[in-house]
């Protein structure tokens, strides 16, 4: 008998921490700065990395502690998915929210943390740290690429 994948069998909601936190596929889109319009709410996307992002590795620095010294770090829950529509679409939260499966290049799919980068999904090589970058300098680095979803 062949066992359903967790994500497959259970909702969001009722997932185990480690069941959620697994869900991650490494993209590090949601580490991107962003610039929302005040007058409209778009939000646009820049090639532009949280300080705490290592851009070598897509992870956090600092997981643990995000929030204390990120303040408008997002910590993804179930009941604040639907909030988020600046979620890339690939993201497996938003994917699966949808009623949507994971991508083939998910490292729990794939079996690999690689596939993310080798498919083309994931900031690695496109980002720069926030990190001496000028408020200013942000809306010249604005990007479409991180809400698409076939980078590769």
Known sequence: ??????????????????????????????????????????????????????????????????????????????????GLHWMPPTCAYRLLSEGKDLSWWHYLVSGSRETVHEAGMSVLGRVVSETGIADEELPDRIVEWPLSGDED
Not at 11 to 23: I, P, Y
Not at 41 to 52: E, N, W
């Open 1 to 82: 008998m062949v066992e359903v994948p967790f994500w497959r069998a259970k909702r969001l909601r009722d997932m185990t921490a480690v069941e959620w936190d697994s869900l991650c596929d490494g993209c590090a889109k949601c580490c991107l700065v962003k610039l929302e319009d005040i007058d409209t709410g778009a939000i646009d996307h820049t090639d532009v990395a949280c300080r705490l992002l290592d851009l070598g590795t897509c992870r956090c620095t600092d997981y643990a502690r995000r929030q204390d010294r990120v303040l408008d770090c997002v910590v993804l829950r179930p009941d604040t998915l639907a």
